[in-house]
C-alpha cells in the first residue's frame, strides 16, 4: 500500500504536504513544532490535522507489518497462492487481513480439527461436491473405524459436517457480506435484567435501533448498563437472508443425498461460529467508534477549558466549601503565591455564619481581595448563600465566581501539590488550586492528569491508553499554542512544551533555581540532557521578559533570528522597540511578502508569523475566548421560572446537548435540537467550554433537580 498517498486522499490533502508531514514525524519532530515553525515544508497543515496523520500513519504502518507477518507465515505452511498474496496486500483494515489468515491461522484443536484428526476429511469433500449418487448413510460406512473413534454412520457424518461448517466460517468473502449486511441492516436490541428495578439505564429497558443509525453516546450507556448487569445487549441480524446468501454460495448442485445436510452445515457454521465472531467484532467496532468520538468531543471541551482566559490582576480568595470539616480558604495574590490559609464553618452541622463573616471581613481587608473563586464541589451552594450576604455587608466592591474544581481533590493528594505546598494539609492545597485556576487555568489544570479533568462522557469505561495520548495531546498543543514564561513556569507546565521531557522540564527548573533567571534562550543549552534536537523543538514556545535579547519574548525562533533583525533594520527600527511596543501596524508597511521573503532568504509564512508576532510580541491566544461571568447575586432553582431568559457559562458538551452553568447549583441541560434554527449534526458545531450564552428556561424539575434550558430566544 501507498501510505502516503492513502493518507493524503483520507485528510484531503496533497500528496507532498502527507510526504513532508511524514519524514518531520520520523526525524523526531513534535506536532507542535512542525505546525508552528514548519510550514512551508507541510503547506501549514495545523495541529489537528498533523495529530489525524499521525494517528492514521502509526495504524498504517501496523497494518503493513502485519500483512508481512501474515504472508510470511501461511508461506511457511507452503500454502501461500499469488491471489490470496495480492488480497493480502490489497486490505485496508486489519479485521480484512484476520478474515485472511483465519484458515491458516494455528487452532487450537477444535470439532473440526477431531474431525480431520478421524480421517473424515474425503467424506466431507464428498459431500461438498454434491456429486455422489449414494445416500450419505452408505457413502459414509467406509468411514467407520473404531480405532479411530468413528464407530457409527451417525457419528461420520456429524464429523464431515463440523469440517465443512469450520471450512464455511473460514472463508473471508462469506464473514465481509455478513458484517457488512448485519451492520446496514441489523439491530442492536437491549432489555432489562429486572424490568421493575429502577436506575439510570430506564430508556434501555425496552430498546432497539439499527445499528447504522445507533449513536455513540448510546453505545457507551449500552455498555455500562451490560457491564453493570442491568441490562442485556444483543445484536439482532437479518438471519434469513445470511442463511440465504451462504446456501447460494455452499449449495452448488441440486443433489437430493446432500442438499438438506449441507442446509443443516450452513445454519450450524453460521449459528455456532460465524455469528457469535461477527456481533463481538461489531460490538467492538461500534464501540470503538464511539469511544473514538467521545474522545473528540472531551479534547474540543478540555481545550477550550485549557484555553479559558486567565482572570489577571487580582488578589482572589480559593474557597473550597464542604460541611462536616469545614470551608478551606486560600488567599493567592496575582502572581499566583499564597499570602494565607484558613478554615471557616458556615456550613451544616456547625452553621457558625457570623463568625465565619467576620473572618472573611478580615481577611478582605487585609489582602485587599477583590475576587473569590468557589469550587463547585458539595456545599458549594451554601457557601454561595453565605458570600452573597456578606458581599452586600461590605462597601468594597468584591465579586465571586463558581469554578469547576474537577480534579482539584486528585491534585491536591498528588506527590506533586506535596512538593509545590509541604506544610499545608489537602484542604488548603485544594483551595489554593481553586484560585489559580482562576488566575491561570493552563498553568493550574496541567497538573492534572487530563482524564480528571471531568469534561467529557462516560471517560472511565474507555480505551484508557487511547484517551490518555489524545488528551495529552490536546495540552501539549495548548500549552505550546500559548507558551510559557521560562522564568516562572513550573515544571508540570514545561514538561508539556514541545521537546521537553518530564526530566529535562525539572533539570530546567533546577538550573534556574541555581543559576537564577534565564537572560537568553540559548541558556537552555547548558541545561543537563537538553541537546540541540531538544532546543531546536523547545526554543520558540519559550519566552523570557526582560532579558538581553528582546526577540527571546517572542515567539520568532531562535533559526530565524537573523531574518528578523534584517526585517526591523530595513524598516528602520532596532530590537529595543519590540519591547517598547513601537512595532504596532508594521504589517502595513509590507507590501510585498514573496520579494521580501526571498531577499530575507525565509519562507514567505515564516516571514507572514514574524511580522505578525514582532506587531504584537508574546500575545495570548486567549485573550481572544469569553471572558468568564462575575456576579454579586445568587439564585435558586426554585426562583426559576419557564421563560426567564438568562446568561450562562457552557460547562460540559456531550453527543445530545451541553450543559449550562446559569447562576443555581445545578446546571440545565441545552438538548441539540435546542440550540440553533439550522440542522447540526454536533452540539459543538453551535457552541464550546466556556462559552457565555444566553438562554430560556423552559422547564424546571425540583424532585428530579432537572432544568430544560432552550438556545431558541
Known amino acids: 500500500m501507498d501510505i502516503i498517498a492513502k493518507l493524503a486522499e483520507e485528510l484531503n490533502i496533497r500528496r507532498q504536504q502527507a510526504e513532508a508531514a511524514v519524514k518531520l514525524i520520523d526525524e523526531g519532530n513534535t506536532i507542535p513544532f512542525i505546525a508552528r515553525y514548519r510550514k512551508e515544508a507541510t503547506g501549514a497543515l495545523n495541529d489537528e490535522v498533523l495529530r489525524s496523520l499521525f494517528e492514521r500513519l502509526?495504524?498504517?504502518?501496523?497494518?503493513?507489518?502485519?500483512?508481512?507477518?501474515?504472508?510470511?507465515?501461511?508461506?511457511?505452511?507452503?500454502?501461500?497462492?499469488?491471489?490470496?498474496?495480492?488480497?493480502?496486500?490489497?486490505?485496508?483494515?486489519?479485521?480484512?487481513?484476520?478474515?485472511l489468515y483465519r484458515p491458516y491461522r494455528p487452532k487450537r484443536r477444535t470439532r473440526a480439527t477431531i474431525a480431520k484428526e478421524k480421517g473424515l476429511e474425503p467424506l466431507a469433500n464428498i459431500i461438498l461436491l454434491q456429486m455422489t449418487d449414494k445416500a450419505l448413510a452408505q457413502e459414509a460406512e467406509a468411514f467407520i473405524n473404531p480405532e479411530k473413534e468413528v464407530s457409527s454412520v451417525k457419528e461420520a457424518v456429524a464429523g464431515a459436517m463440523d469440517i465443512l461448517a469450520e471450512g464455511i466460517s473460514d472463508e473471508a468473502d462469506y464473514r465481509k457480506y455478513i458484517r457488512d449486511i448485519t451492520m446496514r441492516t441489523g439491530k442492536i436490541v437491549s432489555a432489562a435484567k429486572d424490568p421493575e428495578a429502577e436506575s439510570v439505564y430506564e430508556m434501555y429497558y425496552?430498546?432497539?435501533?439499527?445499528?447504522?443509525?445507533?449513536?455513540?453516546?448510546?453505545?457507551?450507556?449500552?455498555?455500562?448498563?451490560?457491564?453493570?448487569?442491568?441490562?442485556?445487549?444483543?445484536?439482532?441480524?437479518?438471519?434469513?437472508?445470511?442463511?440465504?446468501?451462504?446456501e447460494k454460495k455452499v449449495i452448488v448442485r441440486d443433489n437430493p443425498h446432500t442438499t438438506d445436510t449441507l442446509r443443516a452445515v450452513v445454519e450450524d457454521s453460521y449459528k455456532r461460529l460465524i455469528a457469535p465472531a461477527i456481533e463481538r467484532e461489531i460490538r467492538n467496532e461500534l464501540t470503538e467508534r464511539a469511544e473514538d468520538g467521545a474522545i473528540r468531543v472531551f479534547g474540543k471541551n478540555l481545550e477550550q477549558l485549557l484555553m479559558q482566559p486567565p482572570v489577571a490582576g487580582h488578589v482572589v480568595l480559593g474557597w473550597d466549601p464542604a460541611f462536616r470539616t469545614g470551608c478551606k480558604l486560600a488567599v493567592v495574590d496575582s502572581t499566583g503565591k499564597v499570602l494565607?490559609?484558613?478554615?471557616?464553618?458556615?456550613?451544616?452541622?456547625?452553621?457558625?455564619?457570623?463568625?465565619?463573616?467576620?473572618?472573611?471581613?478580615?481577611?478582605?481587608?487585609?489582602?485587599?481581595?477583590?475576587?473569590?473563586?468557589?469550587?463547585?464541589?458539595?456545599?458549594?451552594?451554601?457557601?454561595?448563600?453565605?458570600?452573597?450576604?456578606?458581599?452586600?455587608?461590605?462597601?468594597?466592591?468584591?465579586?465571586?465566581?463558581?469554578?469547576?474544581?474537577?480534579?482539584?481533590?486528585?491534585?491536591?493528594?498528588?506527590?506533586?501539590?506535596?512538593?509545590?505546598?509541604?506544610?499545608?494539609?489537602?484542604?488548603?492545597?485544594s483551595a489554593a488550586s481553586i484560585a489559580r485556576r482562576l488566575q491561570d487555568p493552563l498553568a493550574e489544570l496541567v497538573k492534572i492528569d487530563p482524564k480528571s479533568i471531568g469534561v467529557g462522557q462516560y471517560q472511565h469505561d474507555m480505551n484508557q491508553k487511547k484517551l490518555s495520548g489524545a488528551l495529552n495531546g490536546v495540552v501539549e498543543d495548548c500549552v505550546n499554542k500559548v507558551g510559557v514564561d521560562l522564568n516562572t513556569a513550573s515544571a508540570s507546565l514545561l514538561a508539556y512544551i514541545s521537546g521537553i521531557s518530564k526530566t529535562i522540564a525539572k533539570n530546567i527548573v533546577a538550573y534556574r533555581e541555581e543559576n537564577g533567571r534565564f537572560q537568553t534562550r540559548a541558556q537552555l543549552l547548558k541545561v543537563a540532557k537538553l541537546g540541540p534536537k531538544a532546543y531546536e523543538q523547545c526554543a520558540g514556545f519559550m519566552r523570557i521578559s526582560g532579558g538581553k535579547n528582546p526577540l527571546d519574548g517572542t515567539s520568532v525562533h531562535p533559526e530565524s533570528y537573523d531574518a528578523a533583525l534584517k526585517l526591523l533594520d530595513?524598516?528602520?527600527?532596532?530590537?529595543?522597540?519590540?519591547?517598547?511596543?513601537?512595532?504596532?501596524?508594521?504589517?502595513?508597511?509590507?507590501?510585498?511578502?514573496?520579494?521580501?521573503?526571498?531577499?530575507?532568504?525565509?519562507?514567505?509564512?515564516?516571514l507572514q508569523d514574524i511580522v505578525k508576532e514582532l506587531e504584537k510580541p508574546a500575545r495570548d491566544?486567549?485573550?481572544?475566548?469569553?471572558?468568564?461571568?462575575?456576579?454579586?447575586?445568587?439564585?435558586?432553582?426554585?426562583?426559576?421560572?419557564?421563560?426567564?431568559?438568562?446568561?450562562?457559562?457552557?460547562?460540559?458538551?456531550?453527543?445530545?446537548?451541553?450543559?449550562v452553568d446559569i447562576g443555581v447549583h445545578q446546571d440545565g441541560l441545552v438538548h441539540i435540537s435546542q440550540m440553533t434554527e439550522r440542522y447540526i449534526k454536533h452540539p459543538l458545531e453551535a457552541v464550546s467550554v466556556g462559552d457565555i450564552v444566553e438562554v430560556k428556561v423552559m422547564s424546571v424539575d425540583l424532585k428530579k433537580k432537572r432544568i430544560q434550558l432552550t438556545m431558541k430566544l
Open 206 to 246: 425496552e430498546f432497539e435501533e439499527g445499528l447504522a443509525k445507533l449513536a455513540g453516546h448510546r453505545i457507551l450507556a449500552l455498555n455500562r448498563g451490560e457491564a453493570e448487569k442491568i441490562l442485556s445487549v444483543r445484536v439482532e441480524a437479518p438471519i434469513d437472508q445470511i442463511l440465504l446468501y451462504l
Open 570 to 606: 530595513r524598516l528602520g527600527f532596532v530590537p529595543e522597540d519590540i519591547q517598547n511596543g513601537k512595532l504596532s501596524g508594521i504589517s502595513r508597511k509590507v507590501s510585498d511578502y514573496k520579494k521580501l521573503a526571498a531577499e530575507l532568504e525565509v519562507g514567505e509564512m515564516t
Open 340 to 429: 494565607d490559609t484558613t478554615v471557616i464553618y458556615p456550613t451544616a452541622p456547625q452553621n457558625k455564619v457570623e463568625q465565619s463573616k467576620a473572618v472573611l471581613k478580615n481577611l478582605i481587608q487585609k489582602y485587599d481581595i477583590s475576587l473569590i473563586s468557589v469550587g463547585n464541589g458539595t456545599a458549594s451552594r451554601e457557601s454561595e448563600m453565605v458570600i452573597v450576604d456578606l458581599l452586600k455587608e461590605i462597601p468594597k466592591p468584591v465579586q465571586y465566581i463558581i469554578v469547576n474544581e474537577a480534579g482539584a481533590s486528585v491534585y491536591s493528594a498528588s506527590q506533586l501539590a506535596t512538593e509545590e505546598f509541604p506544610n499545608f494539609d489537602v484542604g488548603q492545597r
Open 58 to 99: 502509526v495504524y498504517l504502518r501496523n497494518l503493513e507489518e502485519k500483512k508481512e507477518q501474515v504472508i510470511s507465515s501461511i508461506e511457511e505452511q507452503g500454502k501461500l497462492t499469488e491471489e490470496l498474496k495480492q488480497q493480502i496486500l490489497a486490505a485496508e483494515a486489519m479485521v480484512t487481513v484476520d478474515d
Open 621 to 659: 491566544p486567549r485573550d481572544e475566548m469569553p471572558k468568564p461571568i462575575l456576579r454579586t447575586d445568587v439564585l435558586e432553582m426554585k426562583d426559576l421560572t419557564p421563560g426567564m431568559v438568562l446568561k450562562g457559562t457552557v460547562r460540559n458538551v456531550i453527543d445530545f446537548g451541553a450543559f
